[in-house]
């Protein structure tokens, strides 16, 4: 089955910096790749995904890029903020048989020092 | 569009006890998915159902664990026997549409003593 790995699991940057999540997935059928927010005690937030037809996707200060030939993708967001302190996961699908489930990465905890 | 709603938000119950978890996804969400996190981890898929028929099943779906989606609008999640590694977050998600993105619900803590 499809396998997501995900670094660092720590990521530590002054407000202002920007801060950089890379994935790397194994299954080359896996066509759509979310990143969700979390916060604690509460569920996974959506806050931007990118399909396979597409190699790059950017919404204000967050952005996503996907390399199919390699299997990564990476998140980065820019300008970073305190409350964008939270854990970030990356998940891959494959559309068709496996009915869009998730296979998430191991997270990555984010601190945004002011 | 109140979101995904989840109940109740923690459960504590003693090892053996029996334990149901209910979903309410989106309205006119057809699919439904569970999903299992543990501390420190990323969420673990569990089970998937669209409309009422459940689709797919997780090797990780003991045979303690049965869910059910009677009338393709919310759906249960319960656990026989519990242990204590059945402690973790459950994570219930709805969606349009396969492939389409995927809105989770605010979990159900579960700690077994």
């Known amino acids: 089955g499809e396998n997501v790995e995900q670094h660092p699991s720590t990521l530590s940057v002054q407000e202002g910096d920007s801060a950089v999540i890379k994935c790397t997935y194994s299954d080359s059928a896996s066509n759509y790749f979310p990143w969700y927010k979390q916060e604690l005690g509460k569920g996974p937030q959506l806050i931007i995904d990118i399909r396979s037809n597409v190699g790059e996707k950017k919404d204000q200060r967050i952005a996503v890029t996907l390399n199919k030939t390699a299997k990564h993708f990476s998140l980065h967001i820019t300008e970073t903020q305190p409350e964008d302190s939270a854990v970030y996961f990356c998940?891959?699908?494959?559309?068709?048989?496996?009915?869009?489930?998730?296979?998430f990465g191991q997270g990555t905890i984010l601190t945004v020092h002011p | 569009d109140t979101g995904v709603s989840q109940n109740p938000r923690h459960k504590i119950t003693k090892r053996g006890q029996n334990v149901t978890f209910r979903c309410d996804p989106i309205?006119?969400?057809?699919?439904l998915y569970w999903y299992r996190q543990t501390l420190g981890q990323g969420p673990e898929f569990l089970t998937y159902?669209?409309?009422?028929?459940?689709?797919?099943k997780s090797r990780l779906l003991s045979d303690r664990f049965s869910a059910e989606r009677p009338k393709g609008s919310f759906s249960t999640l319960e656990i026989q026997r519990t242990e204590q590694g059945d402690s973790a977050m459950y994570l219930c998600?709805?969606?349009?549409?396969?492939?389409?993105?995927?809105?989770f619900g605010p979990g159900t803590r579960l700690t077994v003593l």
């Open positions: 159902f669209q409309n009422e028929a459940q689709l797919e």
């Open positions: 998940a891959a699908s494959i559309g068709g048989t496996s009915y869009g489930k998730l296979t």
């Open positions: 309205s006119e969400h057809n699919r």
């Open positions: 998600a709805s969606s349009y549409s396969v492939g389409d993105t995927q809105y």
